[in-house]
Nanobody, 124 residues
Framework: QVQLVESGGGLVQAGGSLRLSCAAS????????MGWFRQAPGKEREFVAS???????TYADSVKGRFTISRDIPKNTVYLQMNSLKPEDTAVYYC??????????????????WGQGTQVTVSS
């Protein structure tokens, strides 16, 4: 049974940093794109970043230059380093994994497995 478990969320002041982790279990995702999405209250779930099996990252324009995605394939884990956080980054952050060898669009519809989410709150 596939399971994705996020950790690292919390409350931080604007300008601060957080590092999210997502540990996957149940199968290897060494040939799957792993990504992060977020959802603020009253808004749709939106793409934040993804990383392919070669380590190539993709970022939403809103986080470019501030967030860094990385992965540890042997540990089946993906990370999201978030710097220079802004109040508008406040959301529940979800880890997601696409299907084997699939190159997903930056859309929740293209991701197969999801974590339970972790809350990130940035105070002004």
């Amino acid at each position: 049974q596939v399971q994705l478990v996020e950790s690292g969320g919390g409350l931080v002041q604007a300008g601060g940093s957080l590092r999210l982790s997502c540990a996957a279990s149940g199968r290897s995702f060494s040939r799957s794109v792993m990504g992060w999405f977020r959802q603020a209250p009253g808004k749709e779930r939106e793409f934040v970043a993804s990383i392919n099996w070669s380590g190539g990252p993709t970022y939403a324009d809103s986080v470019k230059g501030r967030f860094t995605i990385s992965r540890d394939i042997p540990k089946n884990t993906v990370y999201l380093q978030m710097n220079s956080l802004k109040p508008e980054d406040t959301a529940v952050y979800y880890c997601a994994v696409a299907g084997l060898f699939l190159i997903p669009r930056p859309s929740p519809d293209d991701y197969r497995y999801w974590g339970q989410g972790t809350q990130v709150t940035v105070s002004s």
